[in-house]
């Protein structure tokens, strides 16, 4: 991830889109419910046609963790040790001779979106 946008967007709930909104289950969306012959304002809403939503609780970030590949380094062992077996003079195209690479599980992020 690039910048903290990225990184933002790659976390956001699955549920809400990252809008931290979710779409009223009574009046599904449209603000309103019939009582008897006239439209008023759905009371689950208050006529918004939208509620908090139950999943990152209107935050609109998913809940995350530490990586369980990296433990929120980011970063893990290379399988080349720092080097390129059988030369001596060329660094390892993986890592680059540092010995480590970036996480494949969290893309180097170092955390994770919890499932539920």
């Known amino acids: 991830m ?13 549920e809400c889109g990252g809008s931290g909104e979710h779409i009223c289950p009574v009046c599904e969306g449209t603000g309103t419910v019939v009582e008897g012959t006239e439209d008023e304002d759905c009371p689950a809403c208050g006529g918004t046609g939208e509620q908090t939503c139950p999943v990152c609780e209107g935050t609109g970030q998913a809940e995350i963790e530490d990586c369980f590949e990296c433990g929120g380094t ?10 390129v077996e059988g030369t001596e ?8 001779g540092t010995g480590e690479q970036t996480c494949p599980v969290c893309e180097g992020l170092g955390k994770v979106k919890i499932d539920r």
């Open 74 to 83: 980011g970063r893990v062992p290379c399988d080349c040790n720092g080097g």
């Open 2 to 14: 690039d910048d903290y946008d990225d990184y933002k967007d790659y976390f956001k709930c699955d």
């Open 89 to 96: 003079d060329e660094d390892c195209p993986a890592c680059g």
